[in-house]
């Protein structure tokens, strides 16, 4: 069965728009990549004041590709470090988050409405 990454974002009061508005902004990306099943983006609501960052892979061979592509580092600030733009002409931007924790389960089971 799959293999689901959950990562805990903390960033800094009053910048969750932002921090929405670069996972918008590069959606599509990770689409691409073989064994990808489901992203999801879920903001803090009450009781918790992180993001948690939600994804689903069939395999963790799948999630560890996506995460050495050279996609995954332009997506998270990691292939841009000298300043320089990326070929949209978007300048490289700092981190929004102030720590993340990455948390890893295998799925034992999935329940799909209608299925």
Known sequence: MSVVKINAITIPEG?????E???????????????????????PTEGEDRYFVYTRW?????????????????????????????????????PVAQGADLMSFDVVEHVVKGA
Do not use: I
């Open 21 to 43: 508005g670069r996972f918008a902004g590069r959606a599509k990306m990770v689409e691409q990549f073989e064994g990808f099943e489901d992203f999801q983006l879920l903001r």
């Open 58 to 94: 069939a395999s963790e061979a799948d999630f560890q590709a996506w995460v050495d592509s050279q996609d995954f580092a332009k997506g998270h600030g990691s292939g841009q470090a000298d300043g320089n733009t990326d070929g949209d002409g978007e300048q490289a931007r700092k």
């Open 15 to 19: 910048m969750g728009p932002q921090l």
